[in-house]
């Protein structure tokens, strides 16, 4: 989406938003944990995010990597930075062709600060001088694909004071193609209003985004401010200054003073704010607090499917997706890359060469192995695993082998169910609570547009162990409206489902619109996420040393217990599920492994008429 009709939607409504700004980190690690913290920070409802382009070799390439990661797995709308030092035209072109693979639609086009070796800007030979050449160049390129933003100087830029000379610089832009302007950070509110003014009497009418810097630090306020050559009001210098030494006051102070000059900005009638994050979340997060921009109850954050969508080039129209991979998005976006039926809004046949191979980036664990006995610890026997299911649960840990994001708040309703069950050794992997007809704004199971109802089927899968298997089969043959697939590592797959098309565990129903089913269960996926899940218990079990009893206790997960999944097609019944399983315990909880006690690869598997048959690894 571009970001003009973005702005365009604050206007019309009259509901104010916001973007946040990321730079490349330094080291893998760094880049690892912004992802994290990007992802988490999407949660606070931004537009959309731009991330700073690092001039030369390997910072301008992770530029691109990025905007890859956040826009065909994160699901994040993204603007790319994109300069002209150390450009030429050569390099110039193949960003912008990664920045469209990507699925990208925005991209800010600026000179660029000089590199550290010199002293003065130089263009680059066979590269762009100014700007305006760079916006010229994309536009002629690309055509309407991209949303062009160019640099504002309320205050002037390093080489250049001359507020005239600058805003004919800015006009030309425009006439260049330049779509949108987004500031350099300031604090002199009644300047920057000014200045705005001053642009719109140059005839310069498209969307201003004010650049907004949070204060997390005095000193890193301090340095900023200098570094940018922004004045600072006295008054933000009194109430600061006596207590710079104390960053929790700082932030408490700086969150007050930010705010109000947004509000100031605000009834300006500018209804976009762009937060220079520096990569940090707290300082934003307390500003948008202050603002009560924050999501809530009585603010949800609005979704379009009850999953996140990549928005990579072709993937924007995606609206069906098998709900095994609901708590590995970017697993499932990297496995199904290559698919073409996206663009038909259907669900595709998962039979062609799709669910791509388990050793592509992202669908393994993550982290190092020390990382991973750290964040798990080293479970002795299966109570011990089962722990970390019920702190999982109880939002203690924040992520599971088969989970990269946090439980889903929607798990609320279930918790109590969700908990009895890992403790008596039925590992829920997944799970969603039956819905019937809430309004589609709901805080909680809320999607899609607005005056719409939405529907769930009760769904759970688990992880159980062969001695009660069959005694679930059993009780499932007596409830007729449930349906179920299972299946070992290595074994054949057992289900009572009628036919292996699609099952639909989520819909929704809309104004104007064709029934939406977003979320399905069926076979032929189930079989590709179960190479997946008990893969990730296999990656699990080796970050332990060989017949080290974790090792040998999630080895037996791995290779011996049932990946079942249940739905409950009767959406009025919210329990049955819970019902069925209801007394169910896996024995020998208690009991620490052995070498001695391994698994010799046969596992004993039961068909739907109950005959026992044995089959060996494939």
């Not at 639609?105 to 263009?123: C, F, S, V």
């Not at 700007?131 to 536009?139: F, G, N, T």
């Not at 309703?413 to 589609?440: H, W, Y």
């Not at 805080?443 to 159980?464: D, I």
């Amino acid at each position: 989406m571009h970001i003009r009709e973005m702005m365009a939607e604050a206007e019309k409504t009259g509901n104010p938003s916001f973007s946040f700004e990321y730079f490349p980190p330094k080291t893998a690690q760094g880049v690892q944990n912004l992802y994290d913290r990007m992802e988490r920070m999407h949660h606070f409802g931004p537009k959309f995010i731009d991330i700073t382009w690092g001039a030369g070799g390997r910072i301008a390439e992770l530029t691109c990597e990025m905007v890859v990661q956040a826009q065909t797995y994160l699901g994040l709308e993204t603007c790319m930075h994109l300069t002209c030092t150390d450009m030429g035209e050569e390099k110039v072109d193949d960003a912008l062709r990664k920045a469209y693979k990507a699925g990208c639609t925005n991209i800010l086009a600026l000179r660029g600060d000089p590199p550290r070796e010199h002293e003065k800007w130089e263009a680059t030979e066979g590269g762009f001088r100014y700007a305006r050449d760079l916006v010229s160049h994309i536009r002629t390129k690309y055509h309407d694909h991209f949303d062009i933003g160019v640099a504002g100087y309320p205050e002037g830029c390093d080489d250049n004071k001359d507020e005239e000379l600058l805003l004919e610089h800015l006009k030309e832009k425009v006439d260049m193609g330049a779509t949108f302007i987004v500031t350099q950070m300031f604090y002199d509110v009644e300047n920057f209003l000014r200045w705005v003014d001053k642009v719109r009497a140059k005839g310069i009418h498209i969307p201003i985004l004010p650049g907004i810097m949070p204060i997390a630090t005095y000193a890193s306020f301090i340095r900023r401010a200098n570094h940018m050559n922004c004045k600072i009001p006295d008054d933000w210098l009194a109430a600061l200054e006596p207590v710079k030494n104390d960053d929790v006051a700082v932030r408490e102070i700086g969150k007050t003073l930010v705010a109000d000059m947004c509000r100031k900005i605000l009834a300006h009638g500018i209804p976009h704010l762009h937060f220079y994050t520096m990569n940090l979340a707290q300082a934003t997060r307390m500003v948008l607090e202050e603002l009560d921009w924050m999501p809530s109850a009585h603010r949800p954050l609005k979704q379009p499917l009850p999953w996140k969508q990549s928005l990579g080039l072709g993937r924007r129209e995606e609206d069906v997706r098998p709900i095994f991979w609901r708590n590995r998005n970017k697993s499932y976006v990297a496995r199904t890359q290559e698919w073409d039926e996206f663009p038909n809004g259907r669900w595709g046949d998962s039979r062609s060469p799709a669910f791509g191979e388990l050793d592509a980036y992202g669908i393994g664990l993550t982290g190092t192995n020390e990382q991973n006995r750290k964040k798990w610890g080293e479970p002795q026997s299966l109570k011990d695993v089962a722990n970390l299911f019920i702190r999982y649960i109880n939002k203690e840990i924040e992520y599971l082998p088969w989970s990269e994001a946090p439980l889903a708040s929607e798990a609320e309703s279930i918790k109590d169910e969700l908990l009895s069950l890992n403790q008596r050794g039925l590992f829920t992997v997944n799970s969603q609570p039956a819905v019937n007809g809430v309004k589609s704004t709901h805080p909680v199971y809320g999607w899609g547009p607005s005056n719409g109802y939405v529907y769930q089927k009760a769904y759970l899968e688990l992880l159980v162990s062969p001695e009660i298997f069959p005694e679930i089969l059993r009780r499932i043959h007596d409830h007729p409206d449930l349906t179920y697939y299972a299946v070992t590592k290595s074994g054949t797959l057992h289900t009572n489902a009628p036919a292996e098309g699609p099952n639909a565990v989520t819909w929704g129903v809309f104004p104007g619109k064709e029934i939406v089913q977003p979320t399905i269960v069926e076979s032929i996926s189930f079989l590709a996420w179960k190479d997946e899940a008990f893969q990730l218990g296999s990656d699990w079990a080796k970050c332990y040393d060989a017949d080290t009893p974790s090792r040998l206790v999630i080895d037996k997960i791995a290779e011996t217990w049932y990946l079942v999944n249940i739905v409950n097609n009767d959406f009025h019944q919210p329990r049955t599920i819970f019902d069925v399983l209801e007394g169910l315990e896996a024995s020998s909880l208690d009991i620490v492994p052995t070498p001695e006690a391994k698994t010799n690869g046969t596992t004993t598997t039961t068909t739907n008429n109950g005959v026992e048959a044995s089959t060996a690894p494939h």
